[in-house]
Every structure is written in C-alpha cells, then in structure tokens.
C-alpha cells in the first residue's frame, strides 16, 4: 500500500506543467517576436545590401553591406588550418593541464586536395603541465586557455611560411577575458604568447595570408555599426544593438556573398589587447555565408590592402566548405580540429596511468564534489 502522502505521479506531472508551461509559454512567444523582428531589419539589409551605401556614415571600408565572392580554382595551393585541444584536471592539491595541437595541411591541385601533410605529425603526443599549488576556478581556467593559445600560435609560426593561406580556428589575436591581471601567476604567459603573435602577424604578408575562422561569434561589430544608421528607427535601432551580428545577417545573406571590412573592434584604441599587442589598426573583420543552410562565419585577417585581401581570403575558403550545405566551417579547419581534439580515450589512459602510479596520495585525490556518493 501506497504511504498516504504519496500523490499519484500523473498528478505531479499535471501539476509541473501548470505550474511551470506559462512561464515557458511565455519566453517562447518573447523570443518568436524578436525573431521577426530580425527578420523584418533584414529583409531591408537584403534589399538595399548589394546597392545602397548604408554604411556611409561609418568606419567601415565599403560602404554597401553586401559582396558576391566567386570562388577560388584552387591550384598548386597550400592552407593549412591550425587547432589545438585542452584537457584540465583539477585534483585536491594538484592542477594538471595537457594540450594538444596541430597544423592540417591541404595542398589542392586542380580544385584537388592532392595531399594533406601535419605539424608536428598526424597525432601529436599531449603536452602536460603540473601547476603546483591549486589556483582558483577562473584562474585555472585562464591559465588552460593561454596555454593552448601558445601551442596553436606555435603551430602556426611554424607553418605560415610554407601555406599561401593559414587559418585559424577562432580569432587571430587572443580575447579579452583570456588576459590575466598583472598580480596573476598566468601574466608571464601571457607575455610570452604576445611575443609569439607579435611574431605571427608581422610575419604574414600577401604570400602567406593569415585568417582566424571564428565559428561562433558572439560580435556586435556590424550591428551596432547599422544601428547608426538614420534608415532605422529607434526601434530598430535598439533591436540591431541588442543582436549579435550573425543573428541579423543570417537573413540577410546568401551563399557565397560576404559583408563589408570593418575594423576589427570597435574602439581600437580601448582595446586591452590590441594596446598590448601595439597593433591596432591592421586587424579586420567581414562576414562569410559558405554554405546554404548554416550561418555566416565571421573571418578575421591581418592586410595591408583589406579590400582586396577580404576577397581573396573569401575566394580562397568557399571552395573548402562545398562538402556540407548545414556545416559553413572551411574542411581544413575541421581536419586539425579532428586531430587535435582531446578525446575521452586520451583522458582515460592518462587518468589510468596518474591513478596506477600514485595511488591514494593526498594531492592527487579527487575533489569531493565528482565523488559524491548521491
């Protein structure tokens, strides 16, 4: 017999979906609205992008929005796309992070990949680091992070002379919340991986072009640069402003066209990266749709000649991505991330191996937390 507290599951599921449906009902109209609303700003982009000059008023350097790109005929060319993988373990008084990249190697021939080659081999062994003493969650994070920036911008000084064109997966210059304060014991790393870009972008020229595929982005660097625009009202203006820039420009562009360069950010002056890298006016950025049915990826590059640097950076990738219509991501980029990638097979054989050999030490023991017995 059932306790008689005990309510019927039937009734608790009944009562959940009353009690918590509106709330979702709610968000879900709320974010359909805002959709529209996307969709409405650009319906006008599209209108008037390949045409008017609505960013004339801007810091842009084309002041129409939209540009076919033709594909490149890929011949007795090298790209190389570059990644890296990161795995961090915190122990209770150990903090252990392995790294792992690697440079992919397309030589295409004819419109042919004719060979792929990798830096430093096909499977690279990981790179460990023992920390020492336990740094805090964020800490600890940051500090993985830079240390994977350094293998991948190794890899990528190492090869950017042999490629015509190298991308790499992400931006080509390390993000604001990856720098460290001057008191953290990460900031000599971080010095030492600005040495490394420094050495990066003054090395690339119109020979060997450097590109950062960032499959994700996040920017408000084009919108809020169309939201000055006297085209829109405030609406709309406030909505470009609150919009990521693929969520506008995803229905506005169609394959194969790419935006306008734009500066890479915004204030470059501001920039806490760009002031340590001293570079602040070579870096920018456009907008790629490769495929059909996936959103544009945002492309950032180093030129002296931006406009025709975008286009042939643009020309270059598309024939990469022509092997998905759902997946915009150029294939030479995908193959390092294959190889780099720190897989569950790689992380158990070194939990194995650090278990056998240290046995039940202090240091080395789990946090309570991934031990809980409920």
Known sequence: MKPACELPAVFFSLWTQDAFMPGVDSLIKKIKQREQQRQTVAETLRTIGTDEPILDTTDTYEKTLLHTVEPATLDKTTITGVDGGLFQKAYHGVDIIATRAIAAMFTVTAGEVESVTYHPEKRPALSYADLGAPLDTQAFKRKGTLMRLQHEIQRCNETIEQSDLLLLDGSIVPQYMDKPSRESPAYDQYTDLLDQYRKLLTTTDTDHQLAGVVEDSRSTNMTERLAEQPRFDSDAATLLRQSPDTTILAYAMEQGERTAVIPYANQTNDHPILGDLTIRDD????????????????????????????????????????????????SVVVEADQRAKIDDHDIQDFESRFNAELGPLSGVQDLRRNNRPF
């Open 283 to 330: 870096l920018y950025s456009f907008y790629l749709k490769t495929v059909e049915n996936d959103r544009p990826v945002r492309i950032d590059f180093i030129a002296d000649n931006p406009i025709e640097q975008a286009d042939n950076i643009a020309a270059q990738i598309l024939p990469l991505c022509s092997y998905s219509s759902t997946y915009g991501i150029p």
